[in-house]
T-cell receptor, first 115, second 114 residues
């Protein structure tokens, strides 16, 4: 069982839809992350929030919009996605704000399919 | 750009020890060596991390070379549930040119044979 909870576990959406991915942690962690993982590839960092502020944006297309309403919650808003955006989206958290050398704790991801 | 290199795949027999190597010749003095594993259909799972000394926990042991340019993750008795992709990652306080201090490489896919 993971202490980082992601919902939904699966999501199928059309290219014109708007949806959101949600991530929660109640460990008091101060950094939260979004990763994208394609099949048979390692996770790639998309966004980092440190003390609820966006600190790294890895040149992700604007059709992905992150939001951190509070220290326990992280959202990823999706709009006008492309078929190549189909992937596993992983959320992670870490005890300290970035930069840090502390471990990251991952959720089990949302598997997203774009029709 | 990952700062570590690992074999693409390894095989082990069940109930035998497994030694997973990782090279990190450009490690800096403040980089910690982290190991994660990813089981099928799950997110990555933290296994162990260390700076200079060898480390042990309930999951595994981490042996770090004296010059810190390589490390080995040791699973003492492999089980079928240990079949996963194992990632060795350097994590420090100084980010790379892209502002990252935690980059996944391709990892090692471990197969455990019954």
């Amino acid at each position: 069982d993971t202490e980082v909870t992601q919902t939904p576990k699966h999501l199928v959406m059309g290219m014109t839809n708007k949806k959101s991915l949600k991530c929660e942690q109640h460990m008091g962690h101060r950094a939260m992350y979004w990763y994208k993982q394609k099949a048979k590839k390692p996770p790639e960092l998309m966004f980092v929030y440190s003390y609820e502020k966006l600190s790294i944006n890895e040149s992700v297309p604007s059709r992905f919009s992150p939001e951190c309403p509070n220290s326990s919650l992280l959202n990823l808003h999706l709009h006008a996605l492309q078929p190549e955006d189909s992937a596993l989206y992983l959320c992670a958290s870490s005890p300290q704000g970035e930069p840090s050398n502390q471990p990251q704790h991952f959720g089990d991801g949302t598997r997203l399919s774009i029709l | 750009d990952a700062k570590t290199t690992q074999p693409n795949s390894m095989e082990s027999n069940e109930e035998e020890p497994v030694h997973l190597p990782c090279n990190h010749s450009t490690i800096s003095g403040t980089d910690y060596i982290h190991w994660y594993r990813q089981l099928p259909s799950q997110g990555p799972e933290y296994v162990i991390h260390g700076l200079t000394s060898n480390v042990n926990n309930r999951m595994a042991s981490l042996a770090i070379a004296e010059d810190r340019k390589s490390s080995t993750l040791i699973l003492h008795r492999a089980t079928l549930r240990d079949a996963a992709v194992y990632y060795c990652i350097l994590r420090g306080l100084i980010p790379n040119n892209y502002g990252q201090n935690f980059v996944f490489g391709p990892g090692t896919r471990l197969s455990v044979l019954p």
